[in-house]
């Protein structure tokens, strides 16, 4: 089932949400629906609290081989900084520049319930930085450094491609 995307300034994106106490059947088809719903607007990460559901759960999948599903994720280290354009599926035709950890370590739960940590770098770790922030009611554009036009997008990818 795919579910509607809550748009900022919903106040729901802002709350921090419950960590799941117990992985259910209602919680693997809740991150199925999520899937799907995070596949259907194009995105690369999504979080509970973007579709109206108060639980500490995202996904975050960068590329066709790692999906990850993060059930009460939290980042135990992080190293490295740098600094890149980011968007979001609950804040529609805007972008900026974010500073980030480029290389972070998250423990989580997976669907069945075991303990699991994963060492991300660049792009990925990117994402789930930006998801685990949903989780904490925090949203991109509390972070944002730099305001880039929607027209402006694709010249500003072209131009910092190397960086």
């Given at each position: 089932?795919r579910?509607?995307i809550?748009?900022?300034?919903?106040?729901q994106?802002?709350r921090?949400?419950?960590?799941?106490?117990?992985?259910t059947?209602?919680?693997?088809?809740?991150?199925e629906?999520?899937?799907?719903?995070?596949?259907?607007h194009?995105g690369?990460?999504?979080?509970a609290?973007?579709?109206?559901?108060?639980?500490q759960?995202a996904?975050?999948?960068?590329?066709?081989e790692?999906?990850?599903?993060?059930?009460?994720p939290?980042?135990?280290?992080?190293s490295?900084?740098?600094?890149?354009?980011?968007?979001?599926?609950?804040?529609?035709?805007?972008y900026?520049?974010?500073?980030?950890?480029?290389?972070i370590?998250?423990r989580?739960?997976?669907?069945?319930?075991e303990?699991m940590?994963?060492?991300a770098f660049?792009?990925l770790?990117?994402?789930i930085q930006?998801?685990?922030?949903?989780?904490?009611?925090?949203l991109?554009?509390?972070?944002?450094?730099?305001?880039?036009?929607?027209?402006?997008?694709?010249?500003?990818m072209?131009?910092?491609?190397?960086?």
């Amino acid at each position: 089932m795919r579910y509607p995307i809550i748009i900022h300034p919903d106040d729901q994106l802002r709350r921090k949400p419950k960590p799941v106490s117990m992985i259910t059947d209602e919680l693997v088809q809740l991150l199925e629906d999520m899937y799907e719903t995070m596949v259907a607007h194009d995105g690369v990460g999504i979080a509970a609290p973007q579709i109206g559901k108060n639980l500490q759960v995202a996904i975050v999948e960068v590329d066709e081989e790692d999906r990850f599903e993060l059930i009460n994720p939290e980042i135990i280290e992080s190293s490295g900084e740098s600094v890149d354009v980011e968007g979001c599926l609950s804040i529609p035709h805007t972008y900026g520049t974010v500073k980030r950890a480029d290389e972070i370590t998250v423990r989580y739960f997976d669907r069945e319930g075991e303990e699991m940590e994963v060492q991300a770098f660049g792009y990925l770790a990117r994402a789930i930085q930006h998801e685990i922030d949903h989780l904490n009611g925090v949203l991109f554009i509390d972070k944002m450094i730099d305001k880039i036009p929607e027209s402006e997008l694709e010249q500003y990818m072209e131009e910092h491609e190397n960086d």
